[in-house]
């Protein structure tokens, strides 16, 4: 049986909940402001009810605001009160709407998706007529609204949410014209909307509309639209096969002119966009804000190891139709674009970046999906350039490549591959320019010590040989082994001039730094610690190969967990005698009948690069006296590393493996 309180529960409530959830802040204090308003109009004719809402906002601000959103909430909860309230509100409100126009940008970015289906409508039936009455800000909130239509979704809210915001669009065409920006995010939100809506023929009614509108927009606004940058070329490349869209694209390559004048005979349009960096808002853009929040709580809270609820989650949220195989590639331009984790989340165990795009690429089931996906994943490496674009952008790319090279190589070569082929594949008259653009994208991954060293990577065991070979071809300077120390210490890295730029640096990541501080010597004369002066005389430089520690980092990850844990207790390991004896330990297991022969080659690039300073370096010194030479001798007949290698080629010469490991130690060397 019902209680009194159930009885007088109201019906058409704001948000959606269950008899568990707790009550909302927000529509508590909406739920008391129009009790306030109903109240005052209660019994009352319209003139009436008119001069009791002016005379209670005269009281004050607070007054003003419980007014405002009293009818505010009145007007999405009853429909028949809607013009009547809509009324009243642009008669009583002293701000401009300021405060209706924040409440609604809050509910569509925190509560769109709980809306009751009436308060829905009536929202955007209320945009509509902020939009007709020429309110300033009215194109925020529109921009807003547009970011709640999701991608990859074909369901009835989503289809009806996509015609109304069009609707909406199209009736105000004059006033859409006239902010830039709002032309831009239109274009690119339905240039992206039109790659889901096929098939059936209420889809395919609506496409031909967003085709209509598009076009429409890009050739009457173009220059605005041309603010996009490079990804309106990859949405373009999307839609080329639509006639409109393709005659749009016979323009755009051989008589940009007639887009805009700015353009002469002599200019490349395309070129001009795809060296243009895309803004983050507009990459934003295409992901609702529930996506973006979860996509921001796992790069920025959840532990690494731990992600699997998460993205399964996510996965049945958002991933589990076949339509929405064409989401993956806003997410991926998302996490590449967009977030930009800092220092201090970077050197953390945070789940990273590249792990989510790597989980994103692995359970794609389409090949269209899938070859749109690594487009996304490396659309910013085609026309990098260093002085305008940022290394986060680039760095999840060679990080998946990287990371799955030992657990899914599939992976890797898959994504090595498409990056040599898309080089002369993605716009051919432009294949030096993508060629350019890759080449400074490795260098610049060099440079900032995203990764030591390119060569583990691309000569890598794992890979079929005619990837290797291509390239080889495409990218000799990044396949050869990694260089010994230059005279003078460690590496000269660039200051640190934005966060942006190098927040991706990482001790943990790729541990070839060196904190040592330059030492300067004084001018002037200095006083040894006895009080005497110290006596200085001119010595000729002798050129000293200063000792850095040894990185391994990019070899030993590909070794299995045995022989990592040998090579690792070897380079921590300082006496001479453990050395030798962890180093036989190594030809053990390397004399095993069940030993993996392509991790050899491996191996040999891990121990070279410890034990370099046993295979360099003059065994007399320059002046050879009897003092000088005796200390020589005694360091040759001490036992070393390097006469175990060589001795197990001699004592195990009939076992192919073991002979192999010396042969390769040197040509390391």
Partial sequence: METPAAKAKPQNRLLVSTTLDAKDELEERLDRCMAIVSS??????????????????????????????????????????????????????????????????????????????????????????????????????????????????????????????????????????????LVAMSVYTYLRLIVDHHGTPPLLALRQREVDFCIGLLREKFMECFIIGRDLVRLLQNVARIPEMEQLWRDLLHSPQTLSPQFTGESHCVLQLLTSRTSRKFLACRLTPDMETKLLFMTSRVRFGQQKRYQDWFQRQYLSTADSQSLRCDLIRYICGV?????????????????????????????????????????????????????????????????????????TATLLDFMCRIIPHFYPPLEAHVRQGVFNSLTFIMEKRVLAHLAPLFDNPKLDRELRAMLRDRFPEFCSSPSPPVEGGAVKMEESVSLEMDNHVSDKEDGCYDNMEAAFSDDEEELNSKGKKREFRFHPIKEAIVEEPADITPYVDQLDETLKEKVLQLQKESDTEMQCEVMQEIVDLILEED???????????????????????????????????????????????????????????????????????????
């Fill in 339 to 411: 977030v930009h984790p800092s220092n201090e989340v970077l050197s953390s165990d945070i789940l990273p970046r590249w792990a989510i795009i790597g989980w994103l690429l692995t359970t794609c089931t389409s090949n269209v999906a899938a070859s749109n996906a690594k487009l996304a994943l490396f659309y910013d490496w085609l026309f990098f350039n260093p002085e305008k674009d940022s290394i986060m952008n680039i760095e999840p790319a060679i990080l998946v490549m990287h990371h799955s090279m030992k657990p899914h190589p599939a992976i």
């Fill in 40 to 181: 005052l109009i209660a019994g009352q004719s319209e003139r009436e009810a008119n001069d009791s809402l002016t005379a209670h906002v005269c009281k004050g601000s607070q007054q003003h605001e419980e007014v405002c959103l009293g009818l505010f909430t009145l007007l999405l909860m009853e429909p028949a009160q809607a013009q009547r309230s809509y009324r009243d509100l642009t008669l009583v409100n002293r701000d401009g709407m300021n405060v209706i126009l924040m409440k609604i940008n809050q509910i569509l970015m925190e509560k769109f998706l709980k809306l009751q289906d009436v308060c829905r409508t009536q929202l955007v039936w209320l945009v509509r007529e902020l939009v007709k009455s020429g309110v300033i800000g009215a194109d925020g909130v529109c921009m807003t609204l547009m970011k709640q239509i999701a991608g990859g979704d074909v369901s009835a809210k989503n289809i009806w949410l996509a015609e109304n915001v069009l609707d909406i669009l199209v009736e105000q065409r004059e006033w859409v014209l006239k902010n830039g920006m």
């Fill in 595 to 669: 030993f993996d022969s392509e991790q050899m080659s491996t191996l040999a690039s891990c121990l070279a690069e410890l034990f370099k300073g046993h295979f360099r370096g003059d065994v007399l010194p320059e002046e050879i006296t009897e003092e000088s030479v005796c200390p020589s001798l005694s360091l040759s007949v001490r036992p070393s590393v390097s006469l175990s290698v060589f001795q197990c080629l001699c004592l195990s010469v009939h076992t192919p493996p073991c002979c192999r490991l010396p042969v390769r130690l040197c040509r390391s060397v």
